[in-house]
């Protein structure tokens, strides 16, 4: 693990004195939180493209939000976004037990409305033992006050629903639950097993929402992915082009309007803080100049030793 990847000595940065209406408080005063936890199981199904663009309207629109990477190996959100939110990006490892504590102490102990969990391919049971050890939903939902959002990314194959599946009998009704249709994978109406699963008619009864990511064509996708790229940079980089741009900001706009559905279960409804993003992008900046200046100290030394070994 890179020596930056860290959960404490980065304390951000939510203005305390921030008010919101829309914030519910439980028996001991703490105002509501929401967890956003996106996962597929399957590796390539987009639950990391769905976080990412999800974490860039958090950004635009100033809606306070810590983020985690569970995928120490690949980690996403770090790569698109570190240069300038690296003290709102955290890391936990949910394959080890006790690898992934930190985000139920933190959740306790920070004022941030919205936390971002991207959960890794293949960590269904994993999750699903540091749930049961830790009796995490209902933590959560008790002495925390902070409801969840599960989101299931989807493709079009049988193993989609099987693992929705096992999400349902895992958390039961103890969470709000989204499934995605990513369009990448074919239309809508191509996601027969789905669309004709009993397990889908069961949870729409129970209140299930269902959305769509729209299909990014795949030279503007693979530019930001080529140079490591948020949705907003993508749209501003030198080697943009007018097709580029367009496509990214149309892709970002229709994806706003395919999420609204589920506005309150994203945490949209909470208040903005315009000087969160602010400081966050400024302490990046800081820690970046920091870096530089150690990284060259150190270069001087090594070469103040090669010339006294001369």
Request: net charge negative; charged share 30%.
């Amino acid at each position: 693990m890179s020596k930056n990847r860290t959960n404490k000595g980065e304390k951000l940065m939510f203005n305390d004195n921030t008010t919101n209406s829309n914030i519910l408080l439980n028996t001991d005063n703490k105002p509501q939180k929401r967890l956003i936890i996106v996962t597929g199981d399957k590796g390539g199904v987009g639950k990391s493209t769905f976080a990412r663009a999800l974490f860039q309207l958090y950004i635009n629109k100033n809606l306070p939000c810590v983020t985690y990477e569970a995928d120490l190996r690949n980690p996403q959100l770090e790569r698109y976004f570190k240069k300038d939110y690296r003290p709102i990006i955290r890391y936990i490892d949910i394959f080890h037990r006790g690898g992934a504590d930190d985000l139920l102490i933190n959740l306790d102990e920070s004022d941030c409305p919205i936390t971002l969990l991207d959960l890794p391919a293949q960590s269904g049971g994993f999750f699903e033992s540091y749930v049961k050890e830790l009796s995490f939903f209902e933590v959560l939902k008790t002495d925390i006050n902070c409801q969840v959002t599960m989101v299931s990314v989807i493709s079009r194959v049988l193993d989609s629903i099987n693992v929705l599946e096992k999400l349902r009998e895992l958390c039961k009704d103890q969470v709000d639950y989204i499934v995605v249709k990513n369009l990448f994978h074919g239309e809508e109406e191509k996601f027969e097993r789905y669309n004709d699963a009993f397990l889908r008619q069961n949870m729409l009864a129970e209140g299930l929402v269902e959305l769509v990511m729209p299909d990014l064509f795949y030279k503007s996708y693979d530019f930001i992915d080529r140079h490591a790229l948020t949705f907003n940079e993508g749209q501003t980089h030198k080697g943009t082009n007018i097709v580029i741009k367009s496509r990214i900001k149309s892709w970002l706009a229709e994806f706003e309007a395919q999420i609204n559905p589920a506005f309150n279960l994203f945490g949209f409804d909470i208040q903005p803080d315009d000087c969160y993003y602010a400081a966050v992008v400024e302490k990046s900046k800081e820690l970046r100049e920091n870096e530089e200046k150690e990284k060259a100290k150190n270069q001087d030394s090594n070469l103040q030793s090669e010339n006294i070994a001369a």
